[in-house]
């Protein structure tokens, strides 16, 4: 990564003690680490050229120390003194030039340094330290004037994000590019309801996520917590907590967190602040309702990123069977009603679930059983609730899968259920939903019925009949039908009809005469029934 690259691309990564001794100035004079190697990506804030006994009362901490090794004390006890006001003060290392008093580090320096764990470094060249101090300087005050103007990006992008009434989406995305890490915005049940991931999968972001947030204390302040170092900033609505979001340590060729990374943060959790008031939908409903779209149209980029963002949502992935089902509502007719008491008797019943509007008018809903249980009553339930709140209202559900990446599947044949079924179409008498055993000819076709080749072939099977009924003003048609209704059975055709039977025989005479048709062969006879289905439908809609 450019450590100048600009907001976008990831913070700019402090100066470390291991790029100091990479410097072609510092380099000339072979350095060698002698005690610390673990501790070189400590950052440098300031170069520090010193000959005296007490070094540490001109240093505020951060700072490389440059000696000739001149002023060390000869004593062991001074030695440790000189060493531990180093590391005290968060000298970030002490580096001595091998030419004029030492020609190898003493043994009761080497021992302190490693000790307090403060980096030893050595010269065996001399090295003009102005010259050091004047290239590292350089470098460090570059990257401070760099850091001013991103921090100033920082704000003037979430001020526009503000200004525009950007959603909590766009903020938590507009953070994880600006950062190069990821962010997760989470409620006060550690139930993660954006995640916005850079440089991890979902995955690898969210497995475990409650567990895992909740082993990260809670904070008032912005602030690096928890066993996995996650920077978090509380969220505000109304005054009063209601989550927070996180920023999550990147894998570990990327730097801690910075300043930068902190501004960052707080402007995010600010806009979040902001956008709570102005958008007042749920977000626990945006996030379900994202949820189930991202499951339907299959948008994960892997299996385990779905099981992993829906676990962090509360949803049961492993050990669970789904059940999926669509609620078809009358424009304007109380969906989030709709929704909010049927989250309810969700959680009355102890059934974990996704709860969304897929689309206008339609709401989707996904049931996370246990091997134990039946989805039956449930969705009778769940159905009994809809149909008090809106009694046009049509609850369709797919068939039962035991893998979440097959939950697609279950919904496609919930919406297969909804688009065969008109309206008023009764139930069954035993429940108060449809499901696909329920999709019979007529209702096939009248899914069907906006396709161009089942009324072509409706009009093609019966248009001779329909312009005799016209021309004559005869009613050959409804003969057929009742002819057709009765299986070909002519003497009910006739009492359905109120015809004698000698009428019904010359009419359907009439009628294969036109159609051109054996109305005793049977395969004629589905043919023309399911041409009569097709337009009684076609004539209904």
């Known amino acids: 990564m450019n450590d100048n690259a600009p907001a976008g691309q990831g913070p700019i990564r402090p100066l470390t003690v291991a790029d100091v001794l990479a410097l072609p100035v510092l380099a000339a004079g072979r350095p060698q680490v002698v005690t610390g190697v673990p501790l070189l990506d400590r950052p440098v804030r300031w170069v520090h050229i010193t000959e005296l006994t007490d070094p540490a009362s001109f ?10 090794g001149m002023p060390l ?38 021992d302190a340094c490693r000790r307090r764990g403060l980096p030893l470094v050595t010269l065996a060249k001399d090295v003009n330290f102005l010259e050091v101090t004047q ?17 100033q990006r920082i704000h003037e992008a979430f001020t526009t994000l503000t200004l525009r009434g950007a959603g909590p989406e766009d ?33 690898e972001a969210l497995t475990d996520w409650e567990q895992r947030s909740r082993a990260t204390g809670p904070s008032d302040t912005i602030a690096t917590r928890g066993p996995e170092g996650w920077l978090t900033a509380p969220v505000e ?53 994202n949820a189930l779209l991202d499951l339907v149209e299959q948008r994960h980029r892997s299996a385990e990123d779905a099981r992993a963002r829906c676990a962090a949502l509360g949803l049961p992935t492993d050990r669970s069977h789904f059940v999926a089902a669509l609620v078809e509502l009358r424009a304007g007719k109380g969906g989030a009603e709709t929704e909010s008491r049927l989250m309810q008797e969700l959680r009355t019943a102890g059934v974990p679930a996704l709860v969304g509007e897929l689309a206008p008018d339609r709401l989707g809903i996904l049931l996370a059983l246990r091997t134990s249980q039946t989805w039956r009553p449930l969705v ?54 449809h499901e696909l055993s329920d999709i019979g000819l007529r209702r096939l076709l009248y899914a069907l019925r906006e396709d161009a080749r089942v009324q072509e072939y409706a009009e093609r099977q019966l248009l001779r009949v329909i312009d005799h009924d016209i021309q004559h003003g005869t009613d050959l048609l409804t003969t057929l039908r009742h002819y057709l209704d009765a299986a070909g059975n002519k003497t009910t055709a006739a009492r359905r009809g109120g015809l004698s039977r000698e009428t019904m025989y010359q009419r359907l005479r009439t009628v294969e005469r036109l159609l051109a048709r054996d109305l005793e062969a049977g395969d004629q006879r589905t043919e023309l029934h399911v041409a009569l289905m097709a337009l009684d439908v076609l004539r209904a809609e």
């Open 380 to 433: 009778e339930r769940l159905s009994g609730t809809v149909l008090g709140l809106a009694p046009e209202a049509v609850v369709s559900v797919g068939l039962e899968v035991t893998d979440l990446t097959d939950t697609a599947r279950s919904f496609r044949q919930a919406a297969r259920v909804a688009e065969s079924t008109p309206p008023g179409q009764p139930l069954p008498p035993d429940r108060s939903f």
């Open 135 to 151: 290239v590292v300087h350089a470098l460090l005050l570059g990257n401070q004037t760099e850091a001013m103007r991103r921090t």
């Open 237 to 289: 609505y109304q005054g009063e907590r209601w989550g927070r979001v996180a920023m999550l340590p990147a894998r570990a060729d990327r730097p801690a967190f910075g300043p930068e990374d902190v501004t960052l943060l707080e402007r995010t959790a600010m806009a979040l602040t902001v956008a709570r008031l102005i958008h007042p939908t749920p977000w626990e409903r945006t996030a379900h309702r």
């Open 171 to 203: 903020v938590v995305r507009a953070a994880a590019e600006m950062s190069g890490r990821t962010i997760v915005l989470e409620n006060l049940v550690h139930q993660a309801l954006i995640c916005e991931p850079s440089g991890l999968t979902v995955e």
């Open 73 to 110: 004390p000869q004593d062991t006890a001074g030695v440790r003194r000189y060493v531990d006001e180093l590391a005290d003060i968060g000298a970030a290392a002490l580096v001595i030039e091998l030419v004029r008093r030492y020609h190898r580090p003493p043994d009761t320096l080497v």
């Open 59 to 68: 240093l505020k901490g951060g700072e490389l120390v440059l000696t000739t």
